[in-house]
């Protein structure tokens, strides 16, 4: 006996389907034993090809890293990079504020 489809509801906007599917289970809505494979042929990359030169030694040590991980080596690259690109938290100064600064002062007069 086939499993009744709950009904997708309509999304104002991309933002609100995204949190939708985020919360929700598609084999709930959607019969994927039902689904094809398809082709966009005309659809281009994402990507693009961009010329990064690079000390040779450098190179030889990402090529022996990405060969130890079994991972092409401009894969390993875009990984590494896409890691350091992450937005990171605010550095924490080491260096006291000024207010800190003015209490400490008048606190040792």
Do not use: C
């Amino acid at each position: 006996m086939k499993k009744k489809l709950k009904t997708i509801p309509k999304f104002k906007n991309e933002a609100e389907e995204r949190v939708f599917w985020e919360r929700h289970d598609s084999t709930e809505y959607i019969d994927w034993s039902q689904a094809k494979n398809v082709r966009f042929p005309n659809v281009k990359p994402s990507t693009q090809a961009i010329s990064l030169r690079l000390p040779l030694s450098l190179l030889e040590k990402i090529k022996v890293e990405a060969n130890r991980r079994d991972v092409p080596y401009q894969s390993l690259i875009k990984v590494w990079l896409g890691e350091k690109a992450e937005p990171s938290p605010p550095a924490r100064s080491s260096r006291p504020s000024r207010s800190n600064a003015r209490r400490a002062r008048s606190t040792v007069s």
